[in-house]
């Protein structure tokens, strides 16, 4: 049984690839195009998942798309005639790409696959729902999805049992955490849908001082963990932009003109709205967990991206362990569309666990060495035990890596095989990643990967954090990592075992061998404005682009200053900047 999610149109465009109940191959659009975030039809994500598997588009059995477009539809309609005239505007713009484009899904996937079998479609949250709970370890769990909207919802729970999923409860359309979060994103200076990562980042910065007016004016928490927002102050029901006058006018200051200084009132601000974000979800999963009884937890939509609320949850609540969906977002919903269907709809029963999500494209040795020798690129070639050893020497004397190996990370994060790594022990890399290697803001921290074993040595933490979703405390005794300790004594852990990257395990292995330290600093391997690399010419365009000391590809080490002629673009072309 051969079955292809798909989910695009809205943002973060992808598909997966499920047989036989197992995830074979998945990606998302923007790493093909690289256009970050891509929303388009993600026919490149499509054949890489075909070729993957020796597959024409007429071997899938079944086509599912993540939500039902006429739903969502439905509800764009209503919005605009409850807001007439105000969102004639929105109203104006929207329309071509619904009409054009979204309500004919079926026919766009028949096209683009030359494909005449089952068309079927999931509800968006859904979607989430199944992303999480049926690849998790779990027979039984409650659920809990958060996000912008899907069709109508923006909040569900419910309950998972073996492989079936029933949601019993939901929040919908305009009262949305996840669209208060890109309000304030928006409201802050910074791109909705995109940029929700740097508020969370920023927060750590400021005091909750607008905490309480946040939970007066805007949001109306119920005791049941529902809630609702003040309308007034939000314009995306009609406008082209998230908020309003009225807005601006409650907090005391404009909108932030975008890359204009960052003040304490805007830290303060971010630092009120992680509060009030920790404070509804909480709530939420308090609720979810006195009516289901259940012993876990499984989360998915976009806001389940926020790994300080996701950490908040397992503190102030009684689940025993948490599992939320690598992909949290809609890429994610493409895998939850496929196994719906195949556990739920068809009544297969679960087998497969989403231990990692290593699930892109990878590149042989041969392929990787004909593209350094078109570009006149001088490297070495190593072994496995030196490349191993040589990279751990480079990133100890201090110098920072490219790092390109296996096959590429789906989701979010780049967890080892599309990373960039430094030492975590100086405190200069934090600031020399950001603004000479990212070119972004230096108020962004990085995340430290850590072997499995050694992490309760540093971290106030008691179980593993494959996918980079949770916060912990660095243990007082431990401060010797200041370039992965944010300023609030967190950071955002990645443990790795050798189950489940063998060679990036290894690594760091090899740098705690020759330092002590069983800690690297893992960012993921792009620019800002730029979606993580996939190709090899992705990594070399990018290590070319920036200050990176050295690219560790394949086999194959390539060093500043020892490269030859490179026949490529302009080395001293940079990437757009959002």
Not at 78 to 88: H, I, M, R
């Amino acid at each position: 049984m051969k079955i292809l999610g798909v989910s695009c149109f809205y943002h973060d465009a992808a598909a997966a690839l499920v047989i036989d109940g197992a995830v074979v191959a998945a990606a998302q659009e923007e790493r093909f195009t690289r256009k970050k975030h891509d929303q388009e039809f993600p026919k490149n994500a499509i054949e890489y998942c075909l070729q993957f598997a020796g597959l024409q588009g007429n071997d899938i059995d079944a086509v599912v798309f993540y939500d039902k477009p006429l739903m969502k539809f439905d509800r764009i309609l209503q919005t605009y005639a409850a807001t007439w005239p105000k969102g004639l505007l929105s109203f104006l713009k929207a329309m071509p790409s619904w009409i054009r484009q979204k309500i004919w899904i079926p026919q766009t996937i028949k096209d683009e696959l030359d494909f005449e079998g089952d068309i079927l479609f999931a509800e968006h949250h859904g979607s989430h729902a199944a992303s999480a709970f049926l690849v998790s370890p779990f027979e039984e769990a409650a659920l809990l999805t958060t996000d912008g909207v899907g069709e109508w919802d923006t909040t569900t729970f419910g309950i998972g049992r073996g492989n079936e999923i029933t949601l019993l409860s939901s929040i919908e359309f305009p009262h949305s955490l996840g669209l208060l979060y890109s309000a304030f994103t928006y409201y802050l200076g910074f791109r909705v849908n995109s940029a929700e990562y740097k508020v969370m980042g920023l927060a750590p910065y400021g005091e909750p001082r607008f905490f309480d007016l946040i939970m007066k004016e805007l949001v109306n928490l119920k005791s049941d963990g529902s809630f609702r927002l003040n309308m007034r102050y939000f314009t995306y029901e009609f406008g082209l932009r998230m908020t309003g006058r009225k807005f601006s006018k409650l907090f005391g200051e404009p909108v932030r003109t975008p890359e204009s200084k960052l003040t304490q009132f805007h830290k303060d601000v971010a630092a009120s709205l992680q509060k009030a974000t920790d404070t509804v979800m909480v709530a939420m999963a308090r609720h979810v967990e006195s009516v289901t009884k259940m012993r876990y937890l499984c989360m998915a939509g976009g806001v389940a991206l926020n790994c300080v609320s996701n950490s908040k949850i397992l503190e102030e609540t009684s689940f025993d362990d948490i599992f939320v969906q690598p992909a949290a977002g809609d890429a994610g919903g493409a895998v939850g569309a496929a196994f719906y269907y195949y556990n739920t709809i068809l009544g297969n029963r679960r087998s497969y666990k989403m231990n990692d999500v290593y699930l892109g494209p990878e590149y042989s040795d041969d392929a990787i060495e004909t593209l350094l020798q078109s570009k006149n690129m001088s490297y070495r070639k190593c072994g496995r035990g030196d490349l191993l050893k040589e990279t751990a020497q480079i990133i100890a004397d201090q110098k920072v890596v490219g790092w390109f190996q296996g096959r590429m990370e789906f989701g979010p994060r780049a967890l080892g095989n599309r990373s960039i790594l430094a030492d975590p022990r100086n405190p200069k890399n934090q600031s020399l990643v950001n603004l000479k290697i990212k070119f972004r803001e230096s108020f962004r921290p990085f995340a430290p990967t850590v072997l499995e074993e050694r992490m309760e040595e540093y971290f106030e933490f008691d179980r593993p954090s494959p996918f980079m979703l949770f916060t912990a405390t660095v243990r007082p005794g431990m401060r010797t990592i200041p370039a992965v300790t944010h300023v609030d004594g967190s950071a955002r852990l990645q443990t790795i075992s050798r189950a489940q990257n063998q060679l990036y395990y290894d690594l760091i292995s090899e740098f705690e061998r020759q330092t002590g330290c069983p800690i690297v600093i893992n960012t993921s391997f792009n620019v800002r404005g730029e979606p993580i690399v996939c190709s090899p010419d992705d990594a070399i365009r990018c290590f070319m682009r920036t200050e990176m000391d050295s690219l560790v590809i394949g086999s194959f080490i390539l060093e500043k200053g020892k490269l030859g002629h490179y026949r490529g673009e302009s080395v001293e072309e940079q990437f757009e900047l959002d």
